[in-house]
C-alpha cells in the first residue's frame, strides 16, 4: 500500500503535467487514427461511461453521509455553499456564455460543467491549506445530494433558452448511473471495509481510492480528446476562449468569496473549505452526462476546464498564508508549510 500511496502524491502533485500529456497523447491519437475513432466510436464513449463510474464510485467511499445530520449546527457555510454553487455561479455562467461563447454545444457544456461542483481535489487543497476537513466533508455530501435534483432543471432551461434538445429522461437515468449509483455502491462499500477491518483498516487503503480517481480521470481526458481531436484542430479559437473564460470566472469567484466570507464572519477553516468546493467543479460526472445524452463536443469544455481550475488553485494553495491573516489578523499564526500539489 506504500506504493500506491507514493504513486497517489506523484500523481496529484504532478497533476498538471500528467493532465497536459494526457490531452497530447489522445490528441496526437485521435488525428492519426481517425478512421479507428469513427469505427469504435460507440466502443469509446462505452469506455468514457466505465472510467467515469471509476472515477467518481472511490469519491464516493471517501465521503461519511452519517456526518450530514451535524452540519445543522453550522448553517451559515452550508447556505454559503450552496448559494455560491447553485445561484452565484449559474448566473456568472449565464452570464459568461452570452458574451463569450457563440457555439450553442460549448455553451451548454460550459454550463453543464459549472453547475457539478465536487472536484477530487477540493478536499485535497483543504487539507493542505488547513482547511476545516470535516466541513468540506459535510459539504461535498450536500452538494452532492442537491445536483440530482437541481440539475435536470437546470440544463432543460439552458437547452430550451439554445434551442438544442435535451432528453430529460435521458438525462435522469444519467445522474442516476454516475451519481446515484457510486454513492449507493461507494456508501456500501465504505461500511463494509470499516466493519472487517475498522477505521485504521479504512485509512490504510484510502491511497488507493486516490489513485484510482485521479488514473481514470486521466485516461478519460485522452479518450475525450481522442474522440474529438479532430473537431478542436477546427475550433482551436474555441479552446483559447474557453481557457481565457474559466480564468476569469475563476478569478472573480475566488476573491468574491474571500470578500464575501470576510463580511459574514466565516472562520478561515470553513471559507477554505468553501472556497475549493464552489470553484472546483466535477469535471468526470459533466462529461459523463455529456457523452450519454448530449454528444461528444459538449464534453470539450469539461475536458479543458480541469487544466486552469488547478492552475488558479494552486495558486490560491500558495496565498493561504495571506488569506489567513485576512480572516484571522494580521498577528495570526501562519503555520502552513509549503505545498506542492
Same mark, same amino acid.
Given at each position: 500500500?506504500?506504493?500506491?500511496?507514493?504513486?497517489?502524491?506523484? #500523481? /496529484?502533485?504532478?497533476?498538471?503535467?500528467?493532465? *497536459?500529456?494526457?490531452?497530447?497523447?489522445?490528441?496526437?491519437?485521435?488525428?492519426?487514427?481517425?478512421?479507428?475513432?469513427?469505427?469504435?466510436?460507440?466502443?469509446?464513449?462505452?469506455?468514457?461511461?466505465?472510467?467515469?463510474?471509476?472515477? &467518481?464510485?472511490?469519491?464516493?467511499?471517501?465521503?461519511? *453521509?452519517?456526518?450530514?445530520?451535524?452540519?445543522?449546527?453550522?448553517? +451559515?457555510?452550508?447556505?454559503?455553499?450552496?448559494?455560491?454553487?447553485?445561484?452565484?455561479?449559474? &448566473? #456568472?455562467?449565464?452570464?459568461?456564455? =452570452? #458574451?463569450?461563447?457563440?457555439?450553442?454545444?460549448?455553451?451548454?457544456?460550459?454550463? *453543464?460543467?459549472?453547475?457539478?461542483?465536487?472536484?477530487?481535489?477540493?478536499?485535497?487543497? @483543504?487539507?493542505?491549506?488547513?482547511?476545516?476537513? %470535516?466541513?468540506?466533508?459535510?459539504?461535498?455530501?450536500?452538494?452532492?445530494?442537491?445536483?440530482?435534483?437541481?440539475?435536470?432543471?437546470?440544463?432543460? =432551461?439552458?437547452?430550451?433558452?439554445?434551442?438544442?434538445?435535451?432528453?430529460?429522461?435521458?438525462?435522469?437515468?444519467?445522474?442516476?448511473?454516475?451519481?446515484?449509483?457510486?454513492?449507493?455502491?461507494?456508501?456500501?462499500? /465504505?461500511? !463494509?471495509?470499516?466493519?472487517? +477491518? !475498522?477505521? %485504521?483498516?479504512?485509512?490504510?487503503? +484510502?491511497? *488507493?481510492?486516490?489513485? @484510482?480517481?485521479?488514473?481514470?480521470?486521466?485516461?478519460?481526458?485522452?479518450?475525450? $480528446?481522442?474522440?474529438?481531436? @479532430?473537431?478542436?484542430?477546427?475550433?482551436?479559437?474555441?479552446?483559447?476562449?474557453?481557457?481565457?473564460?474559466?480564468?476569469?470566472?475563476?478569478?472573480?469567484?475566488?476573491?468574491?468569496?474571500?470578500?464575501?466570507?470576510?463580511?459574514?464572519?466565516?472562520?478561515?477553516?470553513?471559507?477554505?473549505?468553501?472556497?475549493?468546493?464552489?470553484?472546483?467543479?466535477?469535471?468526470?460526472?459533466?462529461?459523463?452526462?455529456?457523452?450519454?445524452? =448530449? @454528444?461528444?463536443?459538449?464534453?470539450?469544455?469539461?475536458? &479543458?476546464?480541469? #487544466?486552469?481550475?488547478?492552475? $488558479?488553485?494552486?495558486?490560491?494553495?500558495?496565498?493561504?498564508?495571506?488569506? /489567513?491573516?485576512?480572516?484571522?489578523?494580521?498577528?495570526?499564526?501562519?503555520?502552513?508549510?509549503?505545498?506542492?500539489?
Amino acid at each position: 500500500m506504500k506504493t500506491i500511496t507514493k504513486m497517489a502524491n506523484h #500523481l /496529484r502533485n504532478q497533476l498538471l503535467w500528467y493532465a *497536459l500529456g494526457a490531452i497530447f497523447v489522445g490528441w496526437v491519437l485521435g488525428l492519426l487514427f481517425p478512421s479507428f475513432v469513427k469505427t469504435h466510436h460507440a466502443v469509446l464513449n462505452t469506455l468514457v461511461t466505465v472510467f467515469v463510474f471509476f472515477m &467518481i464510485y472511490p469519491m464516493m467511499i471517501n465521503m461519511d *453521509l452519517s456526518k450530514i445530520l451535524g452540519v445543522m449546527r453550522k448553517p +451559515k457555510p452550508i447556505i454559503a455553499t450552496i448559494i455560491y454553487n447553485f445561484i452565484i455561479t449559474p &448566473i #456568472l455562467s449565464l452570464i459568461i456564455v =452570452f #458574451l463569450f461563447i457563440h457555439n450553442k454545444e460549448i455553451a451548454l457544456g460550459f454550463m *453543464l460543467v459549472m453547475l457539478i461542483p465536487g472536484s477530487s481535489m477540493s478536499l485535497g487543497y @483543504t487539507g493542505i491549506v488547513e482547511g476545516s476537513m %470535516e466541513f468540506a466533508t459535510v459539504a461535498m455530501g450536500i452538494t452532492f445530494l442537491l445536483i440530482p435534483i437541481l440539475l435536470p432543471f437546470f440544463i432543460h =432551461f439552458l437547452g430550451t433558452a439554445y434551442n438544442v434538445p435535451v432528453p430529460l429522461g435521458l438525462l435522469l437515468q444519467t445522474v442516476i448511473i454516475v451519481l446515484i449509483l457510486p454513492m449507493i455502491a461507494g456508501g456500501l462499500t /465504505r461500511h !463494509g471495509i470499516v466493519k472487517f +477491518k !475498522g477505521k %485504521e483498516g479504512f485509512n490504510k487503503v +484510502k491511497p *488507493l481510492f486516490s489513485f @484510482t480517481t485521479l488514473s481514470t480521470m486521466l485516461l478519460m481526458v485522452a479518450v475525450i $480528446f481522442m474522440l474529438k481531436a @479532430t473537431v478542436l484542430v477546427k475550433e482551436w479559437q474555441t479552446v483559447i476562449n474557453l481557457a481565457l473564460i474559466t480564468l476569469v470566472y475563476l478569478a472573480i469567484m475566488f476573491v468574491l468569496m474571500t470578500v464575501v466570507n470576510k463580511m459574514l464572519k466565516i472562520n478561515y477553516g470553513d471559507h477554505m473549505a468553501i472556497a475549493f468546493l464552489s470553484t472546483g467543479k466535477n469535471n468526470g460526472t459533466a462529461i459523463a452526462i455529456a457523452m450519454l445524452a =448530449f @454528444t461528444p463536443l459538449v464534453a470539450i469544455p469539461a475536458a &479543458i476546464l480541469p #487544466l486552469f481550475q488547478i492552475i $488558479f488553485s494552486i495558486g490560491y494553495v500558495y496565498m493561504a498564508k495571506t488569506i /489567513r491573516r485576512f480572516f484571522n489578523g494580521p498577528n495570526a499564526a501562519a503555520t502552513i508549510p509549503p505545498a506542492n500539489v
